[in-house]
T-cell receptor, first 117, second 110 residues
Framework: DGGITQSPKYLFRKEGQNVTLSCEQNLNHDAMYWYRQDPGQGLRLIYYSQIVNDFQKGDIAEGYSVSREKKESFPLTVTSAQKNPTAFYLC????????????????FGPGTRLLVL | GQQVMQIPQYQHVQEGEDFTTYCNSSTTLSNIQWYKQRPGGHPVFLIQLVKSGEVKKQKRLTFQFGEAKKNSSLHITATQTTDVGTYFCAGYNYGQNFVFGPGTRLSVLP
């Protein structure tokens, strides 16, 4: 909470269009994450990055791409290959990813709601 | 892969009643975290449990990690309208992704 910004708050996508969701953090956290949340459901991990210039696929990476060129920024692109992109997208960060044998606390941004026209 | 389940899916209580949500993992966990998401909001970290059998309290909230480190519970005593929201558990096991449960949505009737 706090220190993580996501934009825009709402985003509309046309069929066949790629869109990019922004996520910025000023917490000096090493790790960043993207989750997808569908109505009434939990969070599913799309991609995560534990360090600059490195990222790993989560459980539902198909149709999405990311980059981590700066520590503060972890944009997510929803490509036209993602056939059902309508969802609430949440970005999170943690001071580190996995520390030893545990997951560090994650701090979430306010989210972006993506709707397909 | 690792799965995390929560019951119940929904819970409606009268203000002042107690509430409990249960979290179960298909595999042993290294640590488990609990988050709360208010309606229209984003998840906010509540607590982390690491040790087998660990119990932690935060005012009216009591969190427990099972002896086998495969289950956990969150108990709220004397619910208030400010407790409304969805409570998620999230578990981690070494070498696997951090997995969130589907959540329990709590409604509190005044």
């Amino acid at each position: 909470d706090g220190g993580i910004t996501q934009s825009p708050k709402y985003l509309f996508r046309k069929e066949g269009q790629n869109v990019t969701l922004s996520c910025e953090q000023n917490l000096n956290h090493d790790a960043m994450y993207w989750y997808r949340q569908d109505p009434g459901q939990g969070l599913r991990l799309i991609y995560y990055s534990q360090i600059v210039n490195d990222f790993q696929k989560g459980d539902i990476a198909e149709g999405y791409s990311v980059s981590r060129e700066k520590k503060e920024s972890f944009p997510l692109t929803v490509t036209s290959a993602q056939k059902n992109p309508t969802a609430f997208y949440l970005c999170a960060s943690s001071i580190r990813g996995t520390s030893g044998n545990r997951q560090e606390t994650q701090y979430f941004g306010p989210g972006t709601r993506l709707l397909v026209l | 892969g690792q799965q995390v389940m929560q019951i119940p899916q929904y819970q409606h209580v009268q203000e002042g009643e107690d509430f409990t949500t249960y979290c179960n993992s298909s595999t042993t966990l290294s640590n488990i975290q609990w988050y709360k998401q208010r309606p229209g909001g984003h998840p906010v970290f509540l607590i982390q449990l690491v040790k087998s059998g660990e119990v932690k309290k935060q005012k009216r909230l009591t969190f427990q990690f099972g002896e086998a480190k495969k289950n956990s519970s969150l108990h709220i005593t004397a619910t208030q309208t400010t407790d409304v929201g969805t409570y998620f558990c999230a578990g981690y096991n070494y070498g696997q992704n951090f997995v969130f449960g589907p959540g329990t949505r709590l409604s509190v009737l005044p």
